[in-house]
């Protein structure tokens, strides 16, 4: 059964340093996010992405976070310069079609800011 | 409350007891999907109601929305240790491509 799948499933870092969480959605889905959750809190929208521009974005995505969409296969969470506060589980999650359609989320990349 | 909140927090039971869940949301919605989450690990998706539907079934899972409440509960029968994970409602609000509001989540303990 396909699935979404990211890399890498730990990543730590220095606070200041960019990052980049990488993420490949399921293969004929077509909209893609990103979403947070910081450790005992509740699972944030970050952003959402359709035919390579970004359709929507939280208060929490700001001018630090950015996606991309490399090539036909991967899509791409980067954070220029991390902050401790960054840290948290980020998921990347994909749907076929918008609308009343299923968001499949992948296993997720624990981002430890140190 | 805030949209997608789930009741009760925790809910500890025994193996072959069903389980319940509710989730309540303050704004309108396009459909509620449950989702599943063992400790530390993804999101599985377990199921989508849309706001025209009323009940939806998918094996042993069951559930029920009522917009005009703005309320949601998902029923586990016959529930087994490997059930134990929390549950979380999310809203589908579309504003361009759809985007999903979590709840807190249920913390969901099936004892052997």
């Known amino acids: 059964e396909p699935e979404v799948t990211q890399t890498p499933s730990h990543q730590v870092t220095q606070m200041g340093q960019e990052v980049i969480l990488r993420c490949v959605p399921i293969?004929?889905?077509?909209?893609f996010y990103w979403y947070r959750q910081i450790l005992g809190q509740k699972v944030e929208f970050l952003v959402s992405?359709?035919?390579?521009?970004?359709?929507?974005k939280s208060e929490i995505f700001d001018d630090q976070f950015s996606v991309e969409r490399p090539d036909g296969s991967n899509f791409t969470l980067k954070i220029r310069s991390t902050k401790l506060e960054d840290s948290a589980m980020y998921f990347c999650?994909?749907?076929?079609?918008?609308?009343?359609?299923?968001?499949?989320f992948g296993p997720g990349t624990r981002l430890t800011v140190t | 409350s805030q949209q997608g909140e789930e009741d009760p927090q925790a809910l500890s039971i025994q193996e072959g007891e069903n389980a319940t869940m509710n989730c309540s949301y303050k704004?309108?919605?396009?459909?509620l999907q449950w989702y599943r989450q063992n400790s530390g690990r993804g999101l599985v998706h377990l199921i989508l109601?849309?706001?025209?539907?009323r009940e939806k079934h998918s094996g042993r899972l069951r559930v029920t929305l009522d917009t005009s409440k703005k309320s949601s509960s998902l029923l586990i029968t016959a529930s087994r240790a490997a059930d134990t994970a929390s549950y979380f409602c999310?809203?589908?609000?579309?504003?361009?491509?759809?985007?999903?509001?979590f709840g807190q989540g249920t913390r969901l303990t099936i004892n052997p």
């Open positions: 999650a994909s749907s076929e079609r918008t609308g009343d359609h299923e968001q499949y």
């Open positions: 293969s004929n889905h077509l909209y």
């Open positions: 992405f359709y035919n390579n521009e970004i359709s929507e």
């Open positions: 704004t309108s919605i396009n459909n």
């Open positions: 109601i849309r706001s025209n539907e």
């Open positions: 999310a809203t589908g609000i579309i504003q361009g491509a759809q985007k999903l509001v």
